[in-house]
């Protein structure tokens, strides 16, 4: 986080009044702004001019903000600005939960759903989201249920009580109020300013397509970042087209395509939904495929601290970790490209969706199939997995592991069980678990340090290239080790750390 920046920033009114003065997009999302004179909130970098020092008071969320009786500025749209970089750096259970609700849980199964997962009753998981977020996770959910259908009804031709359906609200009065409340403007409003803003450009004519901007913290490095992405792509799921990153996405109610292609101060966002009821959990996980909510300055500023390592980060800083839409895919992806190239594994991989994965229709490119299940995967016979049988072993144990929920993997795991869980599999060593770690689990502080690539850079940067030793150097850039990971594999000539062409 930025030097001056805590969890609890918002208490500290004169580190936030001077974030404010400078209007400083880094902190954008650590906490906003309430003006008491006006009952508007904002994001620290707001262009309009700061309101005295009297006249402010903050909170830690946009859902906190509007639970106090305060309405998103239309000015700097506080309610778009990328999320706090706490809850992906974090494994305790107010993270774990706020990515869960990121995620479209409580609207799908309510705060009961999201205790159970998280093993803890719906009143203890209350108090500690009012205690550092200043909001319950029904407010917290209702805040983005606002968003999204701030979202559907300026970038689709969807009739208004549509999108309030597909935004999660369970009747049109409820959504007309709540839009009212939240932004100081009907649906109807909304649209119409949408439009005024285009110049009057008509919307995407294709049924079903949402096209956005996903907000990042600058930096953002985004060599690695899709061309992690596309050079690991499996045919059919995944394709690089047209200087955009696509794939198939597999969702509660549906499926969908997404194209990310990055631009300088945001990704460009292209959403196919079968279900419009999707959205909410199709931006969560495309943020979290390309890391969006990091907090670049916080993490190179740690690595930077080793002499060895600031050549790299002042050489093209903001390096994300290229992350994943479906943890439970990433696994099997993992297990597949043990011990093999990449582009083994990109075989392996395409024949495994070919023979068990969905087929979908996309009429824009080559996608052609959904990436098949654990409960598909686990229903495979063993003996048409054409691997030697040390390696099918690991994949059926993987698969049934998965399908039978003994093991956990997503946005809201625990870390260090999942951890645990993975390592007792056969065939599944180190290398393995903590690479499911760092790109399918989401942990920033996961460490590769028997990977060869990241052996290989560290001999050639001076760093101690044995496992033991180059671990206890390593301790020095905690809690930041994946983004190390993806430093050290930027000195190498591999497509993963390049754009494609």
Known sequence: MPSDVRPSMHTDTERCVRAVRSRDARFDGWFFTAVLTTRIYCRPSCPAVPPRAGNMTF???????????????????????????????????VARAMRLIQDGVVDREGVTGLAARLGYSTRQIERQLLAEVGAGP???ARAQRAQTARILAETTSLPLADVAFAAGFSSIRTFNDTVREVFALAPGELRNRAATRRGGAPLPAAPGVITLRLPFRAPLNPDNLFGHLAATAVPGVEEWREGAYRRTLTLPNGHGIVSLAPRPDHIACRLSLTDHRDLTLAISV??????????????????????????????????RVPRTPDAAEFAVRAVLGQQVSTAAARTHAARLVTAHGTP????????????PGPGALAAVDPER???????????????????????????????????????????????TVEVIAMRALGDPDAFLPTDLGVRHAAAGLGLPSTPAALTARAAAWRPWRAYAVQYLWATGDHPINRLPV
């Open 59 to 93: 909170y830690p969320s946009a859902a906190a903000c509007q639970q106090a009786g305060f309405r998103a500025c239309k000015r700097c749209r506080p309610d778009t600005s990328p999320g706090s970089p706490e809850w992906n750096a974090r494994a305790d259970a």
């Open 138 to 140: 029904l407010a917290l």
């Open 385 to 431: 997995l054409a691997f030697p049988r040390s390696r099918r072993t690991a994949l059926t144990t993987l698969f049934g592991a998965l399908a039978g929920g003994r093991i956990r993997l997503g946005p809201g795991s625990d870390w260090d069980e999942a951890r645990a869980r993975l390592s007792e599999l056969p065939g599944l060593g180190p290398w």
């Open 360 to 371: 979908v229709q996309d009429p824009e490119g080559g996608l052609t199939h959904l990436f």
């Open 286 to 319: 495309c943020r979290r495929m390309l890391d969006l909510d990091a907090d670049p300055v916080a993490v190179d500023g740690q690595l930077r601290s080793d002499p060895l390592l600031a050549p790299l980060v002042d050489k093209a800083p903001g390096r």
